[in-house]
Nanobody, 130 residues
Framework: QVQLVESGGGLVEPGGSLRLSCAGA????????IGWFRQAPGKERNGVAC????????YYTDSVKGRFTISRDNASHTLYLQMNNLKPEDPAVYYC???????????????????????WGQGTQVTVSS
């Protein structure tokens, strides 16, 4: 299991930007997808954006398309999430995680299907407020 450590969260005004980082973001044979998930208070943990090591595809949930960009630095094994034009519906704790299939980045499979996921980071809080 890899150890994931998120950073970069904070308070930003609506329309502002943040860049989240996830150190230790290595693909493994059993979990060849890495992504960002978020969970707001009282809500399910949902996938935001994921990338696959097996296929040249990325996943974005509809509400962040055109605003968020996922990327990974292969040399440093760091995953990023550039978040632009942040909106009042974006605040949550953001987690990075390794995943068995990029399909599991859509929908809400955690915690009911824990075996779909490998490692989770501790999360970083994103707050959007004026």
């Amino acid at each position: 299991q890899v150890q994931l450590v998120e950073s970069g969260g904070g308070l930003v005004e609506p329309g502002g930007s943040l860049r989240l980082s996830c150190a230790g973001a290595e693909f493994t044979p059993d979990f060849p997808t890495i992504g960002w998930f978020r969970q707001a208070p009282g809500k399910e943990r949902n996938g935001v954006a994921c990338i696959s090591n097996n296929y040249p595809i990325t996943y974005y949930t509809d509400s962040v398309k055109g605003r968020f960009t996922i990327s990974r630095d292969n040399a440093s094994h760091t995953l990023y999430l550039q978040m632009n034009n942040l909106k009042p519906e974006d605040p949550a704790v953001y987690y990075c995680a390794t995943v068995k299939l990029i399909h599991y980045c859509s929908g809400s499979y955690f915690p009911e299907r824990p075996h779909f996921f490998g490692s989770w980071g501790q999360g970083t809080q994103v707050t959007v407020s004026s």
